[in-house]
Antibody
């Protein structure tokens, strides 16, 4: 069945970067967009951006432009999200999710990766 | 502040019907983009509940239904059960932001 499995929890210092991975299985990896969505403690869902594994193309929310990089490795069906210059506001659960089109729903989600930011 | 507006909380007794509204604007729901709904149980990732405004993925009970009209969408849950207690999020696409958008979430309490 379709599965998105994310990397483990991270603890980072302010100013550092974090790289979260999302390994896909159970479907054609290059056919779907992979999105990144984050959720701060006790808060709602916030879309960060997407990457298309086939082309490597990306698009990110204005808020994260210049600070987020999304890449993929088709040989291992994995996408990566790199967030730079972390602050305490970036402490959150980070989810990957896939959709058939950029304006579509998110069919399936990863289990989440908790990123803590503290000095 | 979320682009889509949901009530922070709703509640109902077991067996009752509740609805959750999701209000957008002319650049998202009103621009003919569908509304989708997710259920998030405590400590879990969101799960797709309704897609394309009124379609249920396989495995989602028919107690859950969605609708859309104008610049708003709505989620209805009938025959409320204790296991329905969760946070519910609506989602659409915004042409001004050129990306998916979410509502702020609604906490459903089963009394």
């Amino acid at each position: 069945q379709v599965q998105l499995v994310q990397s483990g929890a991270e603890m980072k210092k302010p100013g550092a970067s974090v790289k979260v991975s999302c390994k896909a299985s159970g479907y054609t990896f290059t056919a779907y967009y992979i999105h990144w969505v984050r959720q701060a403690p006790g808060q709602g869902l916030e879309w960060m951006g997407w990457t298309h594994p086939s082309s490597g193309g990306t698009n990110s929310a204005h808020k994260f432009q210049g600070r987020v990089t999304m890449t993929r490795d088709t040989s291992v069906s994995t996408v990566y999200m790199d967030l730079e210059r972390l602050t305490s506001d970036d402490a959150a659960m980070y989810y990957c999710a896939f959709s058939l089109a950029t304006s579509n729903w998110f069919d399936s989600w990863g289990q989440g990766t908790l990123v803590a930011v503290s000095s | 502040q979320s682009v889509l507006t949901q009530p922070p909380s709703v509640s109902g007794a077991p067996g009752q019907r509740v609805t959750i509204s999701c209000t957008g604007s002319s650049s998202n729901i009103g621009a003919n983009f569908d509304v989708h709904w997710y259920q998030q149980l405590p400590g879990s990732a969101p799960k797709l509940l309704i897609y394309g405004s009124n379609n249920r993925p396989s495995g989602v009970p028919d107690r859950f239904s969605g609708s859309k009209s104008g610049t708003s969408g709505s989620l209805a849950i009938t025959g409320l059960q204790a296991e329905d207690e969760a946070d519910y999020y609506c989602q659409s696409f915004d042409t001004s932001l050129n990306g998916p958008i979410f509502g702020g979430g609604t906490k459903l309490t089963v009394l």
